[in-house]
C-alpha cells in the first residue's frame, strides 16, 4: 500500500483555485511529482522539484511543500483541469529507492 | 519529440506467459531510466520498477519483486516488461515512463508510453 495520502475528491468552482494535497514522511526529505490522468488517457507531468513546470504545464499548476505535505494548486481552474491527479515521491527508507504514487484526487470543476 | 510508443492490447489465459514492449524515439534512449506503472481496472497508479537501458540494472518494487522481470535492449531502444506465468489479477493497464532528474537532483517521469491492456482471463 502507498505511504503518500492524498484526499479522494475535491472540487472547484471554474476560474476558482484548489488546493491538492498529498503527504507522507519521504516529503519531509524529497519533493513529489505531480500527473494529471483524464479518462482513458496516459498520465501527464504537470510539476516536478519545489515548483518546475515541463513545457506544456499551464503556469495556472504550481507547488509547494510545508513539512511532510506537498501541495499542487490551481489557480484559475479551467474545465480541462477534471481529471485525477496523482503525486509521486521517493520512499524515505532504503536503498535502493522506490517511488510511490499516492492513491490519487479526482478534481471536479463545478 | 520523445516518444515513447507500447506494443498492443493482450488476451491471456491464466498461466500464460506475455512480453510486452515499449520503444523510445527523439532521445538518447540509453541515457533515461524506463519506470514501468501499472493500473488496475478503475484504480490508481502503482510503481512496479525501473530499468536502466545503459547496463540493465533494475530497482524492482517489492511489490513486484519476483513477479514480473524487466529488460531492454538497447540496440533497437526499446523496453520490456514480461511474465512467465500471467494470473487473472494480472489484468490492467501497463505504462511505461521515461525518467528524468532535474539539477537539484529531483526524479520524475517526463513522458509516458500509451499504456498496453492486458487481460487474463480463462
Known amino acids: 500500500s502507498s505511504e503518500l495520502t492524498q484526499d479522494p475528491t475535491v472540487s472547484v468552482a471554474l476560474g476558482q483555485t484548489v488546493t491538492i494535497t498529498c503527504q507522507g514522511d519521504?516529503?519531509?526529505?524529497?519533493?513529489a511529482s505531480w500527473y494529471q490522468q483524464k479518462p482513458g488517457q496516459a498520465p501527464v507531468l504537470v510539476l516536478y522539484?519545489?515548483?518546475n513546470r515541463p513545457a506544456g504545464s499551464p503556469d495556472r499548476f504550481s507547488g509547494s511543500r510545508s513539512g511532510n505535505t506537498a501541495f499542487l494548486t490551481i489557480s484559475g481552474a479551467q474545465a480541462e483541469d477534471e481529471a485525477d491527479y496523482y503525486c509521486?515521491?521517493?520512499?524515505?527508507?532504503?536503498?535502493?529507492?522506490?517511488?510511490?504514487f499516492g492513491p490519487g484526487t479526482k478534481v471536479f470543476v463545478l | 519529440e520523445v516518444q515513447l510508443v507500447q506494443s498492443g492490447a493482450e488476451v491471456k489465459k491464466p498461466g500464460e506467459s506475455l512480453k510486452i514492449s515499449c520503444q523510445g524515439s527523439?532521445?538518447?534512449?540509453?541515457?533515461?531510466?524506463i519506470t514501468w506503472v501499472r493500473q488496475l481496472p478503475g484504480k490508481g497508479l502503482e510503481w512496479m520498477g525501473r530499468?536502466?537501458?545503459?547496463?540493465?540494472?533494475?530497482n524492482y518494487s517489492p511489490s513486484f519483486q519476483g513477479h514480473v522481470t524487466m529488460s531492454t535492449d538497447k540496440s533497437i531502444s526499446t523496453a520490456y516488461l514480461q511474465w512467465t506465468a500471467l494470473k487473472a489479477s494480472d489484468t490492467a493497464i501497463y505504462y511505461c515512463?521515461?525518467?528524468?532528474?532535474?539539477?537539484?537532483?529531483?526524479?520524475?517521469?517526463?513522458?509516458w508510453g500509451q499504456g498496453t491492456v492486458v487481460t487474463v482471463s480463462s
Open positions: 515512463a521515461k525518467n528524468a532528474v532535474d539539477g537539484s537532483g529531483n526524479y520524475f517521469l517526463d513522458s
Open positions: 527523439g532521445y538518447i534512449f540509453s541515457n533515461s531510466w
Open positions: 530499468i536502466d537501458p545503459s547496463d540493465s540494472y533494475t
Open positions: 519521504a516529503l519531509e526529505k524529497y519533493y
Open positions: 522539484g519545489k515548483t
Open positions: 509521486n515521491c521517493r520512499d524515505s527508507s532504503g536503498s535502493p529507492p522506490v517511488y510511490d
